[in-house]
């Protein structure tokens, strides 16, 4: 299996400019996490899918922020309009189940630059 | 306040030496602490999982130990590797369910020649 597959790997936009971050989870993992990584606050859990369903979107920051997963092998998180302070490394993630041994697979993560 | 601390915040070591990372939580109810590694540009990856009745884990040059009467996790490195440069990042899980695990922010482990 290749993993949890995300891209781009890098990006960097100009504020107010929207973005868009893509994953693509493991085959076979029902659940889909999205992380926001930054030096001062480590790693946040922004949303998560079962199913495709979101269940947990309270991590999302405001309303700029918005996430979906159309299908099983594919989930968006979207920005817009950007911000600087939005200049972080997201991560997006997949895993079987929710239970608390349960292992997450993280992709290699997407790192914004937002100027 | 569930809260996850880690330290050193960096550490820079010689190649052959070991180390220990700390880890101080006051996550409450404890199910598991679980310590990952996260090389440069990469996302993490698990290296050991401790329940509240296992105080030691062992994988390969990795220990980890943990004591949940005062709340305590370390990680210790034996005989260190250039591989072994990486953040370690202290996760603790509060029980089932994604918005119950709380993060560490990391210790960014530097290993020179």
């Known amino acids: 299996d290749a993993g949890v597959i995300q891209s781009p790997r890098h990006e960097v936009t100009e504020m107010g400019q929207e973005v868009t971050l893509r994953c693509k989870p493991i085959s076979g993992h029902d659940y889909l996490f999205w992380y926001r990584q930054t030096m001062m606050r480590g790693l946040e859990l922004l949303i998560y899918f079962n199913n495709n369903v979101p269940i947990d979107d309270s991590g999302m920051p405001e309303d700029r922020f918005s996430a979906k997963m159309p299908n099983a092998s594919f989930s968006t998180l979207k920005i817009q309009p950007s911000e600087p302070r939005d200049s972080a490394v997201y991560f997006c993630?997949?895993?079987?189940?929710?239970?608390?041994?349960?292992?997450?697979?993280f992709g290699p993560g997407t790192r914004l630059l937002v100027l | 306040k569930n809260q996850v601390e880690q330290s050193p915040q960096s550490l820079i070591i010689l190649e052959g030496k070991n180390c220990t990372l700390q880890c101080n939580y006051t996550v409450s109810p404890f199910s598991n602490l679980r310590w990952y590694k996260q090389d440069t540009g990469r996302g993490p990856v698990s290296l050991t999982i401790m329940t509240f009745s296992e105080n030691t884990k062992s994988n390969g040059r990795y220990t980890a130990t943990l004591d949940a009467d005062t709340k305590q996790s370390s990680l210790h490195i034996t005989a260190s590797q250039l591989s072994d440069s990486a953040s370690y990042i202290c996760?603790?899980?509060?029980?089932?369910?994604?918005?119950?695990?709380?993060f560490g922010t990391g210790t960014r482990l530097t290993v020179i020649p």
């Open positions: 996760v603790v899980s509060a029980g089932d369910g994604a918005n119950n695990l709380f």
């Open positions: 993630a997949s895993s079987t189940e929710t239970g608390s041994r349960v292992t997450q697979y």
